[in-house]
C-alpha cells in the first residue's frame, strides 16, 4: 500500500485547509485510516481516524474544528481543517492500519503504512 499525502500550505489564523491522503495498491476490507501530526522537536501525535464504518475519533485539541473523511471509492481520506491556530502548525501524516484494534487506535505504533507528509503552516 503507498499513501500520497497532499494539499498542506501556508494560511493565516482562522484560514482553512483541506488536506488529501490517496491509496493504491492493497486495500484492505477493514481499516482504519488516521491523521497524524508532528511539530518541529516534538513527537508524532493522533489527530484523528476514521474506520470503514464512518465512525470517526478527534483529538481534543480539534475536535469542533476540523473533521475527517473518507471515499472509499476512491481510496482517499481527507481532513477538513477549519479555525486553523498557530498551534496546528505541523507536518501531517495520513496512515492506514490493516489490522485494526479500537483501544489501540490513537497509537502512531499501530500503523503499518504511512503517507510521506504534508505541511502545514499557520501564520498569526
Known amino acids: 500500500v503507498q499513501l500520497q499525502a497532499s494539499g498542506g500550505g501556508l494560511v493565516q489564523a482562522g484560514g482553512s485547509l483541506k488536506l488529501s491522503c490517496a491509496a493504491s495498491?492493497?486495500?484492505?476490507?477493514?481499516?482504519?485510516m488516521g491523521w497524524f501530526r508532528q511539530a518541529p522537536g516534538k513527537e508524532r501525535v493522533f489527530v484523528a481516524t476514521?474506520?470503514?464504518?464512518?465512525?470517526?475519533y478527534y483529538s481534543d485539541s480539534v475536535k469542533g474544528r476540523f473533521t475527517i473523511s473518507r471515499d472509499d471509492a476512491k481510496n482517499t481520506v481527507y481532513l477538513q481543517m477549519d479555525s486553523l491556530k498557530p498551534e496546528d502548525t505541523a507536518l501531517y501524516y495520513c496512515?492506514?492500519?490493516?489490522?485494526?484494534?479500537?483501544?489501540?487506535?490513537?497509537?502512531?505504533?499501530?500503523?503499518?503504512?504511512w503517507g510521506q507528509g504534508t505541511q502545514v503552516t499557520v501564520s498569526s
Open positions: 495498491g492493497r486495500t484492505f476490507s477493514r481499516n482504519v
Open positions: 496512515a492506514l492500519d490493516s489490522s485494526p484494534i479500537f483501544s489501540t487506535q490513537f497509537r502512531v505504533t499501530s500503523y503499518n503504512y
Open positions: 476514521i474506520w470503514r464504518s464512518g465512525t470517526t
